[in-house]
């Protein structure tokens, strides 16, 4: 053999592996050229990560097939635990760090210079990073592990996936887009050898996770290298330079527990073996609804043997049963999440959505990404509502390149939506209104990148304007169509509180007829505007509420209610 040709993804991070791997081949008088690849996992922004199981692998390992390379070199974390026949891992290089490490965009209590963590071995139990972690944060990762694992513990988080090389996480950390993101500390130590962590780095306060809380992913930290099956025994000598039989041993059985638990991206799965025995923790299989809904959940441990015994999957509470106490909320909004976090803290809601919405699918543009771009100048997609987003993961199935670009949710409940569909969002405003997201919009995005804008067919083009005159290059269609629900509602008494939605809401409410109560609580200016148009609302009490909805209804009617439910 002339050369031996390494093929690896072309991130820094992959790159600094192969090279290892060549140094340490080199160095017993071979000869090797590094090739690079473009996965098809670096050829997407987009938040669902789960659905393409081997994305960061597979384009490489082709190049085996096809006898363009002798071996490949992949993170052994990548690897799925059923893949080719035709490929076999010839050898796996002594495991670096499996901890994760959080990072901040403040300075978090406990925490410590990113810089300081990294030449330490302290680490912060779960409690610590919880608690330094602000109410209803954002957290970067697009891993279902440390989303599940995080989310079982603080619901009130939003989840967004922020994806890339390492260095492009970190950089959107640095410009604000989240509070915090969980890298593994393996990339983080080989990038800072290279000196490669972006500018500002060094500000970066950050926490080691405790392992004993946060068991690792299986084969996170260590190196594992391909050939084809049938070269092994021609390529034994590469094994005999490279392979760390502890590791080895370690990562396979980690592996086949992984496997013998549903295996891959969608599984949910933390475990560490060592010197025989295992420990970690599995998500429930509806950790996700369970999240998006409102509901806790716990995970599973897995025991020493790999074994973990599986949980009852929680039931949803009845809805749309007027009960007999003397106030209750009655909602537009129709949130099952909201619902249910409401009354947990013993408020009686009962949730009579008067709008139907349908995704009109004939109405989506066509639309496609020339992935040779650089993709800062990839468009993004701007929902400002969750059943915007619920209609952009319908029409994934249709157009499938929506889901490679970054979707920017307006608020919280938007981005909880993306996220309960199966596409979290890149980016969470925070607006309350429009006019707030044209905003967040102008400051944060730059007017090189093309929005796409799907709306209702009861909105308008105010936002859609205002952002080209700015210089925005925009695209925006009627996505989804409001239209009017027959409802009938008795047993509202006046003590009841109304929460309208929307402008096509309260006229809906009032083409149906249905009794209004003293007290009207308003999602947004534009809502109480359009109300107080309205006859059939004459001589009520107007509130619009301020900030997230949940937290804000919560609020009120601790002010308002609290005394007279308990009397």
């Known amino acids: 053999m002339n050369k031996l040709r390494l093929g690896s993804r072309t991130s820094r991070l992959a790159m600094w592996q192969t090279e290892l791997v060549a140094k340490k081949l080199v160095g017993r008088e071979n000869k090797v050229d590094i090739i690079g690849i473009k996965s098809s996992g670096d050829l997407s922004l987009g938040g669902n990560l789960s659905d393409n199981i081997g994305q960061f692998v597979k384009s490489v390992d082709e190049k085996l097939i096809l006898g363009e390379i002798d071996i490949a070199v992949h993170s052994s974390k990548d690897v799925p635990v059923d893949h080719d026949d035709r490929i076999s891992t010839l050898a796996y290089l002594e495991r670096g760090e499996t901890s994760d490490i959080i990072l901040f965009s403040f300075k978090a209590k406990g925490s410590r210079r990113l810089i300081d963590v990294m030449n330490s071995s302290d680490s912060n139990d779960l409690n610590e990073v919880l608690e330094a972690f602000p109410k209803g944060g954002r957290i970067g990762t697009s891993s279902v592990r440390r989303q599940s694992f995080f989310l079982s513990r603080r619901d009130d988080v939003i989840p967004l996936a922020v994806r890339g090389r390492v260095e492009t996480r970190i950089r959107r950390l640095l410009e604000g887009r989240i509070e915090a993101v969980i890298l593994a500390e393996a990339g983080l130590q080989r990038l800072g050898a290279l000196n490669a ?12 996770i405790c392992p004993n809380d946060w068991p690792t992913a299986p084969g996170q930290g260590a190196i594992a290298v391909h050939c084809l099956t049938e070269r092994l025994e021609e390529l034994g000598f590469i094994r005999e330079s490279l392979n760390h039989l502890q590791t080895e041993s370690s990562v396979n059985e980690e592996r086949r527990i992984l496997r013998s638990l549903g295996g891959g991206c969608r599984t949910p799965v933390g475990v560490e073996c060592l010197n025989g025995e295992s420990c970690g923790y599995m998500a429930p299989e509806n950790w996700r609804e369970q ?12 025991d020493k043997n790999g074994s973990v015994s599986k949980s009852e999957v929680q039931t949803r509470p009845t809805e749309g049963i007027l009960s007999n106490s003397s106030s209750r909320l009655i909602s537009t909004l129709n949130s099952e999440r909201m619902g249910n976090k409401l009354r947990n803290r013993g408020i009686d809601v009962v949730n009579v959505p008067v709008i139907e919405l349908v995704e009109t699918k004939q109405n989506w543009p066509e639309f496609s990404i020339d992935v040779s771009l650089p993709r800062d100048e990839w468009p993004i997609m701007v929902l400002t509502s969750p059943f915007a987003s619920l209609c952009a993961s319908k029409m994934v199935g249709h157009i499938p390149d929506l889901a490679k670009i970054q979707w920017l949710a307006m608020g919280p409940g938007t981005a909880r939506s993306c996220f309960q569909n199966g596409n979290p969002a890149s980016i969470c405003a925070n607006a309350g209104n429009s006019k707030q997201l044209e905003n967040y919009i102008k400051e944060n995005i730059s007017t090189d990148t093309k929005l796409l804008i799907p709306r209702s067919s009861a909105g308008n083009e105010h936002m859609t304007n205002n952002l080209k005159k700015f210089g925005y ?10 239209s009017q629900k027959n409802v009938k509602l008795d047993g509202i008494n006046n003590d009841d509180v109304l929460l309208i939605s929307s402008p096509s809401s309260a006229r809906s409410w009032d083409q149906n007829e249905l009794v209004v109560p003293n007290t009207v609580l308003c999602m947004g200016t534009t809502t109480k505007t359009e109300i107080q148009k309205i006859e059939r609302f004459e001589n009520t009490q107007l509130i619009v509420l301020d900030g997230p909805v949940t937290e804000s209804v919560g609020v009120w009617w601790d002010e308002n209610r609290g005394l007279k439910n308990e009397a």
Do not use: H, K, Q
């Open 473 to 482: 290059s925009v695209d925006s269609w009627i996505g989804y169509e409001n």
């Open 291 to 302: 999240y998006s809904i409102g509901n806790a959940f716990e995970l599973l441990p897995i």
């Open 197 to 208: 962590l972006p500018e500002g780095s060094s500000d970066i306060y950050a926490m080691r």
